[in-house]
């Protein structure tokens, strides 16, 4: 009887020791699933804000071509108001010119 309390004994701790090993797999593999999701999750926020920031480069990159289009538009108006006005200065000239050449 003593042998096959020793033996019980020994079937009830193998059996002990694998139920014991099952729940720390099942364990392991909950905090690693956990750990998993939540670095994955934190990759996903990253992702997001550098997406946020790229939308934010383009909308000021626009805001920053279509100032350069107005502002070459104002430059072509005051190229043209340049050129007028040189040929107005030219005629005054060409006039003073003439009124000085008749006085003398």
């Known amino acids: 009887m003593e042998i096959n309390a020793a033996a019980a004994i020994g079937i009830l701790g193998t059996i002990s020791s694998i139920i014991f090993a099952y729940i720390g797999y099942r364990n392991g593999l909950k905090k690693e699933s956990s750990d998993s999701g939540r670095s994955s999750g934190a990759l996903m926020s990253d992702v997001g804000y550098i997406k946020a920031g790229v939308d934010?480069?383009?909308r000021k990159q626009?805001?920053?071509e279509e100032r350069h289009f107005k502002l070459v538009e104002r430059v072509k108006g005051v190229e043209e108001s340049a050129k007028q006005a040189h040929?107005?200065?030219d005629?005054?000239?060409e006039e003073?010119?003439?009124d000085a050449g008749s006085k003398v």
């Open 56 to 58: 934010d480069l383009k």
């Open 62 to 64: 626009e805001t920053t």
């Open 87 to 89: 040929h107005r200065i």
């Open 91 to 93: 005629e005054l000239r």
């Open 96 to 98: 003073v010119g003439k």
